[in-house]
């Protein structure tokens, strides 16, 4: 079965460094998320990615978060300069198009701002 | 309102018994309802979906019951097995200006003794 492939999987970093989280989404699919879970709390939506552009973004996505999609396969989130509170479980996921397709979503990469 | 409240946090159930987990919101855009199911250092993986012009869904021991009315829903495992211990969340999607995303749940931590 075709999967969402996150790298890497742990991830620790100073405060004030910029982090790169990549993913590598299923191929066909058209749609991409960004989602966290802090841990012990709900996953939470951060950003999506349509035709090469943001479609839409949280509050939680300011400017120091940045996404692109490189090359066609690749999907990155960058950010500029991490903070404690940025420590968290990012997700990212894909989808074909349409309604009631589900999601996909890869193991995560666990970041930890020290 | 972007929420899905979800109860409870937490939950213990022995096996052969029923798991019940449950979910309400207010929006009146959202319109599909997934429920993720989560293993410690994975991502949420779709279990079981429903739209909302169904009351019900079944598929295995799983089945999604909605009430459109009440603006709830709730999913019931049957003769729940060990395996089956993990994080459940409910979610809905919501499209706005064209855009889609996933809302959760704060989910519920399912633990299932033998």
């Known amino acids: 079965e075709p999967e969402v492939t996150q790298t890497p999987s742990h991830q620790v970093t100073q405060m004030g460094q910029e982090v790169i989280l990549h993913c590598v989404p299923i191929s066909n699919h058209l749609y991409f998320y960004w989602y966290r879970q802090i841990l012990g709390q709900k996953v939470e939506f951060l950003v999506s990615?349509?035709?090469?552009?943001?479609?839409?973004k949280s509050e939680i996505f300011d400017d120091q978060f940045s996404v692109e999609r490189p090359d066609g396969s690749n999907f990155t989130l960058k950010i500029r300069s991490t903070k404690l509170e940025d420590s968290a479980m990012y997700f990212c996921?894909?989808?074909?198009?349409?309604?009631?397709?589900?999601?996909?979503f890869g193991s995560g990469t666990r970041l930890t701002v020290v | 309102q972007q929420q899905v409240k979800q109860s409870p946090q937490s939950l213990i159930v022995q096996k052969g018994g029923i798991s019940i987990i449950n979910c309400a919101y207010e929006?009146?855009?959202?319109?599909?309802f997934p429920w993720y199911q989560q293993f410690p250092g994975k991502g949420p993986a779709l279990l079981i979906a429903i739209r909302p012009d169904v009351s019900e869904k079944k598929e295995g021991r799983f089945t999604i019951s909605f009430n459109k009315s009440a603006k709830q829903f709730s999913l019931h495992i049957m003769d729940s097995q060990p395996g089956d211990s993990a994080t459940y969340f409910c979610?809905?999607?919501?499209?706005?200006?064209?855009?889609?995303?996933?809302?959760f749940g704060k989910g519920t931590k399912l633990t299932v003794n033998p």
């Open positions: 929006n009146t855009a959202f319109d599909y």
């Open positions: 996921a894909s989808r074909y198009r349409g309604l009631g397709v589900g999601y996909t």
């Open positions: 979610a809905a999607t919501v499209t706005q200006g064209g855009s889609e995303k996933l809302v």
């Open positions: 990615f349509y035709n090469n552009e943001i479609s839409e």
